[in-house]
């Protein structure tokens, strides 16, 4: 009995939480195309920036797991 009131209470307060969402029949932002367009060049800029980021970071770690080389000069 009381799993099922859990159930029933977790299930309608979920249903109340959401109900706001289908009220919604349009897009709030107004944003032009002049938006998306610059927010697609940030995010251009954000992937080119970490394309040399990870080759750095695989070369750090290519040479931590060298094995490390041992002069004879002493």
Known sequence: MKTTLKT??????????????????QRADHSGLLVWLFLGFCGLIVVAQLVPAALVMFGIVKAVASPKEVSDKA
């Open 8 to 25: 029933t209470l977790l299930s309608l307060t979920s249903l109340l939480l959401a109900s706001p969402v289908f009220a919604a029949t």
